[in-house]
């Protein structure tokens, strides 16, 4: 069974930056993609970035030019790297990990880890 977890959330100020993690167990095939969500007080979650079976990403321009995705399949590990961090980037972040072109909700999903950016 696949299990996700992320680490790496915290509090800093805007124009900070932090590197989250998702450490998969469990076993991925290359048919998966897997992305970064997000989900602010009151909001709807939001996808902000994605990466495909082929290893290309896909960022919302929420993000774009802010964050990377990368993923150290030895390490069985993704990555999101936050730069330039606002206020309205404040979340919780998710991974997730889904059959590419199956739907997120069909796939699984770690239990989030809360960034908090100040002013």
């Known amino acids: 069974q696949v299990q996700l977890a992320e680490s790496g959330g915290g509090s800093v100020q805007a124009g900070g930056s932090l590197t989250l993690s998702c450490v998969v167990s469990?076993?991925?095939?290359?048919?998966?993609?897997m992305g970064w969500f997000r989900q602010a007080p009151g909001k709807q979650r939001e996808g902000i970035v994605a990466?495909?079976?082929?290893?290309?990403?896909r960022y919302d321009d929420s993000v774009k030019g802010r964050f990377t995705i990368s993923k150290d399949n030895a390490k069985h590990t993704l990555y999101l790297q936050m730069n330039n961090l606002k206020p309205e980037d404040t979340a919780i972040y998710y991974c997730?990990?889904?059959?590419?072109?199956?739907?997120?909700?069909?796939?699984?999903w770690g239990q989030g880890t809360q960034v908090t950016v100040s002013a």
């Open positions: 997730a990990a889904a059959r590419c072109g199956r739907g997120w909700d069909s796939g699984v």
């Open positions: 469990g076993f991925i095939t290359s048919t998966y993609c």
């Open positions: 990466i495909d079976s082929d290893g290309t990403p």
